[in-house]
C-alpha cells in the first residue's frame, strides 16, 4: 500500500479539515516550525494503521482536538 494523499479534521492541532497530497514514492519529509502539528499527524497515522477502530486507549484520547 502506498499514500499518495492524507486528510484530516478535528485531530490535536488540527481543527478544520486539512489535506496533504502529491505524496511522493520514497522518502517524504515533513518540515516546518515547532507546534504545527507534524507529531500529531504521524501519532494519527500510527494509531489509524496499529489500533483497532473501537479501541479506547489513551493514544485515541491524546488525538482528540484541542479545546474540543
Do not use: C, W
Request: glycine share 12%; aromatic share 4%; charged share 25%.
Amino acid at each position: 500500500m502506498r499514500l499518495e494523499a492524507l486528510e484530516l479534521e478535528a485531530v490535536g492541532t488540527f481543527a478544520g479539515p486539512v489535506l496533504i497530497r502529491d505524496i511522493a514514492p520514497g522518502l517524504n519529509v515533513l518540515a516546518g516550525p515547532n507546534e504545527l502539528g507534524k507529531s500529531t499527524l504521524l501519532r494519527a497515522l500510527l494509531t489509524l494503521f496499529l489500533e483497532g477502530h473501537r479501541a479506547r486507549k489513551q493514544s485515541l484520547e491524546e488525538l482528540r482536538p484541542y479545546g474540543g
